[in-house]
């Protein structure tokens, strides 16, 4: 609901309706109840005959790198999650980290770095670059890799607005 952007996932029409769905089908739903905190382990394991554990991994890898303690870098589920909630509740509309204006870097790859530069974009960053350690995927699927395995591909997203080239390595300054 929250660390997916609005753009890839339209949190009322898909994770609402299927909500209601579980809900229809007889499943419980209760929110703001840590497991831990506001709930004790003991007592699931007292009221139930089995408790499934699936508490996700939000915990960041950080970079401690010099310089990571500088303002203005922030994990991205910080980001992101400011951001879907000011969008989904208009107590929130005015506290999120905007990217407006900014020139931002995103380090990572992944689905959650892609969600990072398509959030910049909307915000209206002034521009973005994004660092990813492997190299990038061949357009077409490798030899290795034939089909029905996941394609290893160069993907092009929702994300930025028009596809970017290649720029190779980076060059270290010294
Ligand atoms: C930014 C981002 C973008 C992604 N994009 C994609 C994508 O495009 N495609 C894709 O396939 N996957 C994507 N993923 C991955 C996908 O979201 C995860 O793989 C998936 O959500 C994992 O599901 P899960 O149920 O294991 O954990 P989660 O979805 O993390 O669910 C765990 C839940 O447990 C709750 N919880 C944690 N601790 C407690 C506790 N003590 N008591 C009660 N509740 C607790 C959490 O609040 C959370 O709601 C993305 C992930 C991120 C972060």
């Given amino acids: 609901m929250y660390g997916i952007p609005n753009m890839k996932l339209d949190k009322p029409q898909v994770v609402q309706r299927r909500l209601e769905v579980l809900e229809a089908e007889g499943v419980t739903f209760v929110c703001n109840t840590e497991v831990g905190k506001d709930i004790a382990a003991e007592t699931l394991l007292n009221d139930f005959d089995a408790v499934v554990l699936c508490t996700g991994a939000t915990k960041p890898r950080d970079l401690p790198i010099e310089g990571r303690d500088l303002k203005g870098i922030h994990f991205a ?15 929130y509309r005015d506290r999120f980290l905007s ?12 689905d959650t770095g892609t969600d990072c530069v398509g959030t910049s974009i ?16 061949p357009e077409t699927r490798s030899a290795g890799n034939p089909w029905p395995e996941w394609p290893k591909v160069y993907k092009w997203t929702m994300a930025r607005k028009k596809r970017p080239p290649c720029l190779g390595p980076i060059p270290v300054r010294t």
């Fill in 77 to 91: 589920m910080e980001f992101l999650t400011e951001n879907t909630r000011a969008l989904l509740d208009q107590h």
């Fill in 99 to 110: 990217a407006a204006g900014k020139d931002v870097v995103i380090i990572g790859g992944g």
């Fill in 122 to 137: 909307r915000h209206g960053c002034a521009n973005v670059t994004q660092l990813e350690i492997m190299p990038q995927p």
